[in-house]
């Protein structure tokens, strides 16, 4: 297909979830689709298509239907999921229907499962958050359709029917294609409450159509963030102080001053730049330069100053956190057993395969065109650099090379900003591996301790859970921080789980830590996670029951967690394994995501030679409009979390991360990759998150497994630097 491609359940009562806590803090409503007039975008905004309905699609003359896209494709395949959305409801034929990514920042693609005012794509939330405003959009759109059809033939509307791009006349067989109507149909009456489409009629839904970014990603059509090219553009190099909040004291670049197409060598915030004609000439300068640092709080951080951190932080009281319930003390006093532990993990990487980077013109209006999972966040950046109104800046979002909570942040936005004014020119910021890696928005270290309470029949009584780490609101969003005060990200899921364990109390105590951090694919889920599956496989082992068997005890009120673990279990063949190989499982479930997911490890050998042999997961997140991109997507998260616990890692010396390529920050490699087997359960009307909730239960799914290999239980990841060898 040729795809055009536009550059331009069971919580507790007491206990709000993530999802009913955010609820509102966004809005897309279906109105604002038709109330906001294309023409009355904001400066700086791309051009209407012709024939655009809504802020989601559009129909040419030549029956072309185009999904408007502002969310980020980062390889999830937002693209193809939502464009297959709207066909659904609209009643196009899939051949005829294409994308594109807009620039507008309109009230409609604010993000309504996160945060205020912000078009961004993070969160899994792309099609669960605009499900509905597609939908309603789309069919407001047919039935305008439907009405100057009903007028070309003087007919009633409840005669037609939309089906394969064409309004059909039932009594007579007569039709008209979607571009012979689209001209007339945009001039009638948009309704307000449009009759959705039952789920029998979604013919799309439900179907594993071909990913459409595939061609222009073969062909090399696609762009991405590195890829924009502009005349007069010029390059920049930039380098960065050890410690993050560093500032430059002295520059000696006189030596690259003089080298070839040099045009600028300047501090930036945090660093020094170079411009020049091409990049390599930039780089080659970057490389003469001499510059010093002024001292700074963070220049003697390391590893152990962090954890000494982490454990100051720890003593203290903290704050209880959302899912506490019942009376944890009384229940612990009268516990027949109580388990004990304490679980680290470190700070980590995206490690994305395209760097970051931004190209920046400071005209009228100022554009940046970058990789971003936020133009609002992007634009804000840009817009306190310059000291202009963020809604006079345009930015063109382009393709991702990966994501992973990454693709946004203030440092290369206002370097390139900065570097486009003092030359006049566009400038194209390109930071180098070693730049991206260190100068990263980090998943915050955490270090956390638990108590599992257990009756006499070895079942979970009380559980109570304390985190130590820095807080991704306050880091990220401080204004919304303000507002949901003390509750943070990190507390979300610490306790409150769907094991219906009777009495739970969590306490989180931020400590601000010496290095950028920021969103990561799993987030709190995947720490949080980590402790309570350990946890529950251990008393599992205590009471000398299977632990898949015992997760199965804990779930038996909820049929549709039951049938997850059941088909896991099934597909893995848990407990009938070869000789020498050993099997671990871990559950995960969450309202946010409207997700239910086991996964079970297997692995061989010892632990001085350990294999990870296969992955079986299996996923329920309500309806799947693509199983098959939901499937990657679980695929690619398990493998992600798998490289996290099985190797990563970024540790601080002298105030910076020592890593500084694939050589130090070791990713999974492709001979390490196991067989996986992931399967996709499709439940009810509504459709929930696939894109990073295969994360999260991975760490603790090998956690498992590794103990039932070795009999040793490791709370510290990565587990192959803390007392496994993988190979």
């Not at 807080?471 to 507002?483: D, E």
């Not at 760490?699 to 587990?719: D, E, H, Q």
């Amino acid at each position: 297909m040729n795809v055009e491609q536009v550059n331009t359940e069971s919580k507790s009562p007491t206990s709000p979830s993530r999802r009913t806590f955010l609820e509102g803090v966004g809005t897309t409503a279906f109105l604002l689709a038709f109330q906001l007039p294309v023409s009355g975008a904001r400066a700086g905004d791309s051009p209407a298509s012709p024939g655009q309905f809504s802020a989601f699609l559009a129909i040419g003359e030549d029956d072309i239907v185009t999904a408007i896209i502002a969310q980020t494709e980062g390889g999830q395949g937002n693209s193809t999921g939502m464009t297959q959305v709207i066909a659904s409801e609209l009643g196009a034929a899939w051949p005829r229907m294409r994308y594109r990514f807009t620039t507008e920042r309109r009230a409609e693609y604010i993000n309504p499962m996160l945060y205020e005012g912000l078009v961004l794509t993070a969160g899994s939330s792309s099609i669960p958050g605009f499900y509905d405003a597609m939908r309603h959009a789309a069919a407001a759109t047919r039935e305008m359709l439907v009405a100057a059809a009903a007028r070309h033939l003087n007919a009633r509307a409840d005669e037609f029917s939309v089906a394969d791009s064409k309004v059909i006349h039932s009594p007579t067989a007569r039709h008209f294609t979607f571009g012979q109507l689209a001209a007339d149909a945009a001039k009638e009456q948009v309704p307000m409450k449009p009759r959705l489409r039952p789920r029998s009629e979604l013919r799309l839904i439900g179907q594993r159509l071909d990913r459409l970014d595939v061609p222009a990603k073969v062909n090399g059509s696609a762009r991405f963030g590195l890829d924009l090219e502009t005349p007069g553009m010029l390059y920049a190099a930039v380098r960065h102080g050890p410690a993050y909040g560093s500032t430059v004291a002295q520059i000696d670049d006189a030596k690259a001053r003089s080298m070839p197409g040099v045009r600028l060598v300047t501090a930036v915030p945090q660093g020094v730049a170079v411009v020049a004609d091409q990049y390599w000439q930039a780089a080659k300068a970057l490389a003469e330069v001499r510059e010093t640092y002024a001292s700074h709080p963070n220049s003697e951080a390391s590893s152990a100053t962090v954890e000494a951190a982490l454990r100051r932080g720890l003593e203290q009281p903290g704050v209880p956190t959302i899912g506490s319930h019942g009376d944890v003390p009384a229940a612990m006093k009268s516990a027949a057993k109580i388990l004990e532990a304490e679980f680290s993990m470190p700070f980590m990487s995206h490690a994305c395969m395209e760097p970051v980077s931004c190209t920046a013109r400071v005209g009228d209006p100022v554009e940046l065109w970058l990789s971003t999972k936020s133009p609002s966040l992007d634009a804000g950046h840009a817009a306190r650099a310059l000291g202009v109104d963020p809604a006079s800046i345009v930015v063109h979002n382009e393709y991702q090379g990966g994501d992973f909570g990454r693709r946004s942040g203030m440092e290369h936005t206002t370097e390139a900003v900065l570097l486009a004014k003092a030359t006049g020119r566009a400038v194209k910021v390109i930071w180098t591996r070693q730049e991206d890696l260190r100068i990263d928005q980090h998943r915050t270290a955490f270090l956390g301790r638990a108590r599992l309470g257990l009756g006499a029949d070895g079942m979970p009584v009380a559980y109570e859970a304390k985190i130590a780490c820095d807080g991704l609101w306050q880091r990220l969003f401080p204004r919304f921080y303000a507002k949901k005060k003390p509750v943070d990200l990190p507390t979300f899921s610490l306790v409150g789980s769907s094991y219906g364990i009777p009495n739970e109390a969590g306490t989180y105590v931020n400590v601000p830590l010496p290095v950028r951090i920021g969103a990561f694919r799993g987030n709190n889920d995947t720490h949080n996670g980590f402790m309570l599956e350990s946890m529950i496989d251990d008393a599992a082992r205590e009471a000398g029951i299977d632990p898949l068997a015992y997760r199965r005890r804990l779930l038996t009120k909820d049929a549709r967690s039951t049938a997850v673990l059941d088909r896991a279990a099934a597909i893995a063949g848990w407990g009938k394994t070869a000789a020498g190989h050993h099997q671990g499982v871990a559950f995960w479930q969450s309202d946010f995501y409207r997700c239910r997911l086991a996964v079970i490890v297997e692995v061989s050998g010892t632990a001085d030679a350990l294999k990870v042999e296969r992955l079986v997961g299996v996923c329920e997140s309500g309806l799947a409009i693509n199983p098959m991109l939901a499937e990657r997507a679980v695929e690619a998260g398990m493998i992600f979390g798998l490289s996290n616990a099985i190797s990563e890692s970024i540790t601080l010396s002298g105030g910076a991360p020592e890593q500084a390529n694939f050589d130090s920050y070791q990713l999974l490699r492709i001979d390490q990759a196991p067989d996986i087997t992931v399967e996709i359960i499709s439940v009810g009307d509504e459709p929930g998150s696939f894109g990073e909730v295969g994360t999260m239960p991975m760490c603790s799914a090998l956690g498992n497994a590794i103990v039932s290999a070795t009999g040793k239980r490791i709370r510290t990841t990565p587990f192959g630097r803390n007392g496994v060898t993988f190979v």
